[in-house]
């Protein structure tokens, strides 16, 4: 089916050290991928995106990696700061019922030790 | 300031009753959506609407409704069939979503709990 899921729910690293967080998805069809920052009780911010076109993009201090031969999304953050705890979120957007829709994994939560 | 405006941000509802939850786009997107968030849970779709005057449902629609009258409107009712409304709800935009690689952006959310 189609699905998008994360491998790690909770990630804890100290600050200063870069951060990986990680997203499996099932539709290889799929051709956009977002990934989103939620603080707590707020919306999703967008943070950056990637085409299946291409296989890495780079932000400030963000970096998203697409392989496609196993279907894995990862989003890299550089030197990470207080201010990056929140939840991540891979979203996947995929077509069906004649409209695009996204399609969102549980979320990794990312807490940084000072 | 451009942006997506969720209104109320708190919301309680009593048993039995309809509540309606504002979602205003000043971005001049054409497409627009309703997600429902449950407590350390991913985000799952409720309608969604391409075009002023059209909408359909998402993976979750039994118990809510939707209108889209216009372009920068569109409301999420929740009815008193939906049974288990307790949850954050999240209006999105998009430009459009007949065509990949348009970004979505999210309003700030609504909580609704039931009392």
């Known amino acids: 089916g189609e699905s998008v899921g994360l491998h790690l729910p909770t990630l804890s690293v100290q600050e200063g050290d870069n951060s990986i967080i990680n997203c499996a998805y099932s539709n290889s069809a799929s051709d956009y991928f977002i990934w989103y920052k939620q603080e707590s009780g707020k919306g999703p911010q967008f943070i950056i995106d990637?085409?299946?076109?291409?296989d890495k993009r780079q932000g400030q201090r963000v970096t998203v990696l697409l392989n496609k031969t196993v279907k894995h999304l990862s989003l890299q953050i550089a030197a990470t700061q207080p201010g990056d705890s929140a939840v991540y979120f891979c979203a996947e957007n995929i077509w069906g019922d004649s409209s695009y829709k996204l399609i969102f994994g549980s979320g990794t939560r990312l807490l940084v030790r000072p | 300031d451009g942006g997506i405006t969720q209104s109320p941000k708190y919301l309680f509802r009593k048993e039995g009753q309809n509540v309606t939850l504002s979602c205003e786009q000043n971005l001049n997107h054409d497409a627009m959506y309703w997600y429902r968030q449950d407590p350390g849970q991913g985000l799952r779709l409720i309608y969604y609407?391409?075009?002023?005057?059209?909408?359909q449902k998402g993976d979750i629609a039994e118990g809510y409704s939707v209108s889209r009258e216009k372009k920068e409107s569109f409301p999420l009712t929740v009815t008193s069939a939906q049974k288990n409304p307790t949850a954050f709800y999240l209006c999105?935009?998009?430009?459009?979503?007949?065509?990949?690689?348009?970004?979505?952006?999210f309003g700030e959310g609504s909580w609704l709990t039931v009392v």
């Open positions: 999105a935009s998009s430009r459009t979503a007949t065509s990949s690689g348009n970004t979505i952006y």
């Open positions: 609407s391409q075009i002023v005057n059209d909408f």
């Open positions: 990637i085409r299946s076109n291409m």
